[in-house]
């Protein structure tokens, strides 16, 4: 276990063959400690065959959530360059009343939602920060993916509005939604298609600390970013005395100090430096020190962000976190602030109380399968078919001795009585 007191000046840059090296050298020491409990009676010779009563990583759907803990997961944390070892940016926070929300969800990152385990019932809200694809370039996937996945809601969306209405997220929702019509269209009458409907709520870019959300006890309030274009925003989420905060993309600012302020844990962009984006991303100087410190904020800046914005976890993320690059990052950082600090990584697991927070790496089922509605599957309704003209009806060499069998066999083994179509 990490604990947040003992991260001073040290930052997690937590990387698989590290996480497996210490599960390695937990297993042991657990193993160690029972053999040596029962060696009196048994022989030495033999393992434990109980479980561990706690392991070092995070494993979906085997953990309670205490009434009064978040969790927080990072389901993407690297750049809008794809790789397959960090999506773009998408957090999700499970609160202990049971309610789930997702800010940003940024290409790639549907992907590690679904490694969650969660029904998609329940990823129904999402929070966008600003409209770079980066930040919202998987919101079609987890919307017809979770439809497809059995979520049964609404699908309900909350972005900044900007300074003109196509720059804003209800445009672009609608117009996402445009880009989908012949995939909605053909899901018609084969699959229920209540989850295909969107509730968009579009709000002030310049609301300073607004209220956006308030349910079940929880607040969640935007603030003006600057980042880009007019129109990003950050967030604050606050639960039960805990207080998350998420930048999404910013350039440090006046109102992300005042009101992430205290946060307890403080998930800010921490973007790669200049130099990284010339040596590795083979960009020119000048853009590399443009994009790198006008755009976004730079490992030194986001370390004084932190020293100004004080939060129990600062998190940084935005940048490809690699076994090169990290501690490169970190002395930049180190630089500017010398408080609590994580380098985020996809799957790494906050769970934080008012006593304590622990940082985890999760570890996930890569064969995993959806996870039925919460409420009863309703099936298609046939009526709404859009079906084939009679140039692709006439084009189908239909097996129907073969249909017959299907269909015969699929009613035994269900106990149904489906009539095979003509
Ligand atoms: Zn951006
Ligand atoms: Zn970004």
């Given at each position: 276990m990490l604990k947040c007191r003992e991260l001073n000046r040290k930052a997690i840059a937590i990387s698989a063959l590290a996480l497996g090296v210490a599960m390695g050298l937990y297993l042991a020491t657990a193993n160690l400690q029972l053999v040596s409990t029962t060696q009196a009676q048994e022989s030495p010779q033999l393992s434990p065959v109980t479980a561990l009563a706690e392991r070092d990583a995070y494993f979906p759907g085997t953990e309670d959530l205490a009434p009064d803990e978040m969790r927080v997961i990072a389901c993407g944390t690297g750049m809008p360059n794809a790789r397959p070892k960090q999506a773009a940016a998408c957090f999700l926070v499970e609160l202990g009343n049971g309610d789930k929300f997702i800010f940003d969800i940024g290409t790639g990152s549907m992907e590690r939602l679904t490694g969650l385990a969660i029904p998609f019932d329940y990823l129904d809200k999402v929070?966008?920060?600003?409209?770079?694809?980066?930040?919202?370039?998987?919101?079609d996937a987890l919307w017809v993916g979770g439809v497809i996945s059995n979520r049964q809601r609404p699908l309900r969306v909350w972005g900044p509005n900007s300074t003109k209405p196509e720059y804003g997220t209800a445009y672009a929702v609608d117009h996402m939604q445009k880009m989908l019509t012949w995939d909605a269209a053909s899901r018609l009458g084969n699959v229920n298609t209540q989850g295909l409907q969107i509730e968009v709520t579009e709000f002030d870019y310049k609301g300073v600390n607004q209220v956006i959300y308030e349910e079940n006890g929880v607040s969640i309030r935007s603030f003006p970013a600057i980042h880009a274009l007019d129109g990003p925003v950050s967030f604050t989420?606050?639960?039960?005395?805990?207080?998350?905060?998420?930048?999404?993309?910013?350039?440090?600012?006046?109102?992300?100090?005042?009101?992430?302020?205290?946060?307890?844990?403080?998930?800010?962009?921490?973007?790669?430096?200049?130099s990284l984006l010339v040596k590795k991303q083979k960009w020119p100087v000048p853009d590399a020190l443009n994009v790198g410190t006008q755009v976004h904020t730079s490992p030194s800046m986001f370390g004084k962000v932190m020293s100004l914005t004080e939060p129990r976890l600062a998190v940084g993320y935005h940048f490809f976190n690699d076994f090169d690059t990290a501690p490169f990052v970190e002395r930049q950082i180190r630089t500017t602030y010398d408080g609590p600090l994580?380098?985020?990584?996809?799957?790494?697991?906050?769970?934080?109380?008012?006593?304590?927070?622990?940082?985890?790496?999760?570890?996930?089922?890569?064969?995993?399968?959806?996870?039925?509605?919460?409420?009863?599957?309703?099936?298609?309704?046939?009526?709404q078919r859009v079906g084939f003209t009679d140039f692709l009806i006439e084009g189908r060499e239909v097996f129907q001795d073969i249909i017959n069998k299907i269909y015969d066999d699929t009613n035994e083994e269900f106990g149904t009585d489906v009539e095979p179509p003509n």
């Open positions: 929070f966008i920060g600003h409209l770079h694809a980066d930040h919202f370039g998987d919101l989420l606050e639960w039960n005395g805990l207080k998350f905060a998420f930048s999404s993309d910013t350039y440090p600012n006046k109102w992300w100090m005042e009101y992430a302020k205290g946060a307890d844990i403080a998930i800010h962009e921490c973007f790669l430096p200049p994580a380098l985020a990584i996809d799957y790494m697991v906050f769970n934080i109380t008012k006593e304590d927070i622990r940082v985890r790496m999760a570890s996930i089922n890569e064969d995993v399968w959806p996870l039925p509605s919460v409420t009863e599957k309703l099936p298609a309704d046939p009526s």
